[in-house]
C-alpha cells in the first residue's frame, strides 16, 4: 500500500473528527489509519513512526479510542508491546449505544424539576431536549439492527 497515500486519507480521517467532533487531530488520524493499516495490527511505535508524531500523543489518542470501543489493545504472550488495532465493531457502541441518551434524559429531567413551575423558554427547550433523547434511546437499537440488515443484504450482492 502506498504509505504517502495511507498518510494522506489519515490526515482527512483526522481533520473530519476535529472539525465535526473535536477530537484532537492525532486521534482521527489514528482512526483513519488503522481502519487501512497493514498489517491490521500495530505497536504504539509503529504507529507514531509512520503518523510522524510522538509516543504520548498516540498513546492519548489510543485511550480516548479504547474508551469509546473503537480500538482494540492486545499483548500477545511473550511479547512487550502492545498490539492496537481498529474495532469494527466499537462503531455500533459509539454511535448506536442508548445509554448515552437515557443519561442524558435522567439530567434533563433533574433541570426539569428546577423549572417545574415556571412555563419559559427555557423550560421548553429542556422538554423539547427530554423528548428527542427518549426518542433517540428507543429507536437507536432498531435502526442498528436496520443497518445490519442492510449491510448483509449489500454484502451478498
Keep these: ?30 482512526i483513519g489509519y488503522l481502519s487501512v493499516c497493514d498489517p491490521m495490527q500495530q505497536t504504539i511505535n509503529e504507529i507514531a513512526a509512520t503518523l510522524l508524531t510522538s509516543r504520548s500523543a498516540i498513546n492519548s489518542a489510543i485511550n480516548q479510542l479504547e474508551t469509546q470501543g473503537l480500538v482494540n489493545r492486545m499483548r500477545p504472550a511473550g511479547s512487550r508491546a502492545d498490539l492496537i488495532s481498529f474495532n469494527p465493531e466499537g462503531w455500533k457502541h459509539t454511535g448506536f449505544d442508548p445509554s448515552e441518551y437515557t443519561e442524558t434524559v435522567t439530567l434533563l429531567r433533574e433541570g426539569l424539576e428546577l423549572l417545574q413551575a415556571h412555563q419559559t423558554d427555557q423550560r421548553q427547550g429542556l422538554e423539547i431536549a427530554t423528548s428527542l433523547n427518549e426518542f433517540m434511546a428507543e429507536r437507536l437499537p432498531k435502526i442498528y439492527e436496520e443497518f445490519m440488515a442492510y449491510h448483509q443484504k449489500k454484502q451478498k450482492k
Design 1 to 30: 500500500m502506498n504509505r504517502d497515500k495511507v498518510l494522506i486519507f489519515a490526515d482527512h480521517v483526522g481533520r473530519f473528527y476535529a472539525e465535526r467532533y473535536g477530537f484532537p487531530p492525532v486521534t482521527g488520524r489514528l
